[in-house]
């Protein structure tokens, strides 16, 4: 069993950053790929990032690519998403989840833990 605490949202301005930070209990931690996720008021959850368990091999999805950055050190047990030049199409709730394999994915179906979400705001 894995669980996972994101931290790190809150409200910015538009081309401001945030990072977040999720903190995952359990000693497999180092063994899971991670996943970043969204969810928009009204709209599906979708993929934002992805990261291997090694952080060899890193994913994003268009809208975010060269605006943010996945991370993990494995010795904290935690993942980060360093969000830049934030726009106001990035409001949402972000998720943090854990992939029982070693290899990322960019489909939410393929992750079995996840964290409650934390809510990032980005004004005009």
């Known amino acids: 069993q894995v669980q996972l605490v994101e931290s790190g949202g809150g409200l910015v301005q538009a081309g401001g950053s945030l990072r977040l930070s999720c903190a995952a209990s359990?000693?497999?931690?180092?063994?899971?790929?991670m996943g970043w996720f969204r969810q928009a008021p009204g709209k599906e959850r979708e993929f934002v990032a992805a990261i291997s368990w090694s952080g060899g091999d890193i994913y994003y999805s268009d809208s975010v690519k060269g605006r943010f950055t996945i991370s993990r050190d494995n010795a904290k047990n935690t993942v980060y998403l360093q969000m830049n030049s934030l726009k106001p199409e990035d409001t949402a709730v972000y998720y943090c989840a854990a992939r029982g394999t070693y290899y990322p994915s960019l489909y939410e179906y393929d992750y079995v833990y996840w964290g409650q979400g934390t809510q990032v705001t980005v004004s005009s």
């Open positions: 359990g000693r497999t931690f180092s063994s899971y790929a």
